[in-house]
């Protein structure tokens, strides 16, 4: 498995940024998939974004044109970019990688908790 340290959560107003940070202990570019996940009490883990080792992004349909996801090899690094951001992006964000197309995404941190105020 792929060690993964989230940062960078934390309480902003509406309409405020934030950026998010999942270092890995391994080359990201081998990685197969990289993904963004949050969620809430009550309710189920829900995919925000993803990256591909190829560098192709998708997005929900709920952060597309708010949030980007980017990958950086150099650093081991994959952000979350968060903008324009909402009081129901309220959630724990977790990062989560996917080594291969024949594995599931078993590998995640810790979670970091974003809060967005009215």
């Known amino acids: 498995q792929v060690q993964l340290v989230e940062s960078g959560g934390g309480l902003v107003q509406a309409g405020g940024s934030l950026r998010l940070s999942c270092a890995a202990s391994s080359s990201i570019s081998s990685i197969y998939v990289m993904a963004w996940y949050r969620q809430v009490p009550g309710k189920s883990r829900e995919l925000v974004a993803q990256i591909t080792s190829g560098g192709g992004t998708s997005y929900a349909d709920a952060t597309k044109g708010r949030f980007t996801i980017i990958g950086d090899n150099a650093r081991n690094t994959v952000y979350l970019q968060m903008n324009s951001l909402k009081p129901e992006d309220t959630a724990v964000y977790y990062c989560?990688?996917?080594?291969?197309?024949?594995?599931?995404?078993?590998?995640w941190g810790q979670g970091t908790q974003v809060t967005v105020s009215e």
């Open positions: 989560a990688a996917r080594r291969s197309v024949w594995t599931p995404f078993d590998s």
